[in-house]
């Protein structure tokens, strides 16, 4: 019976996966340690205009030069030390600069919101922002 169990556990990773890089309707992206993208799902594509081919590997303020500037990667930083930041469009704008979906809405950027926090799996790996 254990079999089963680690074979359908294994079975709902992968779709669990499958489900945040290509079928989720909200951008979920990870970066190393290094601040370089290890994950960019199908919405940050379409969303952002870079294929998940383009930023893999690349530091993210070298994607959007005005993370840095902005502090967001103080976030990050929190999140590399075990805490979560909560971004609000109220407090904060905007994570990254994307394109509005909206274009008769008032907005430069998309409104956006997210959590940046670790990502883990017992040892630390990186920094996820959903």
Not at 18 to 37: M, P, Y
Not at 64 to 71: F, I, L, N, T
Not at 97 to 119: D, K, R, W, Y
């Amino acid at each position: 019976m254990s079999s089963n169990l680690a074979v359908d556990r294994a079975q709902v990773q992968a779709a669990l996966a499958r489900w945040l890089t290509d079928e989720s309707r909200h951008g979920f992206f990870a970066t190393d340690k290094q601040f370089k993208v290890i994950v960019w799902n199908r919405w940050m594509e379409i969303h952002s205009g870079y294929s998940a081919s383009q930023v893999l590997g690349r530091s993210l303020t070298d994607i959007y030069p005005d993370v840095a500037s902005r502090g967001v990667n103080e976030y990050y930083d929190n999140a590399l030390a075990g805490r979560i930041t909560v971004l609000s469009q109220g407090l904060h704008h905007y994570l990254l600069p994307l394109p509005p979906t909206n274009a008769s809405l008032p907005f430069p950027v998309m409104p956006q919101s997210g959590h940046i926090g670790p990502l883990t799996n017992g040892d630390e790996i990186g920094r996820a922002h959903v």
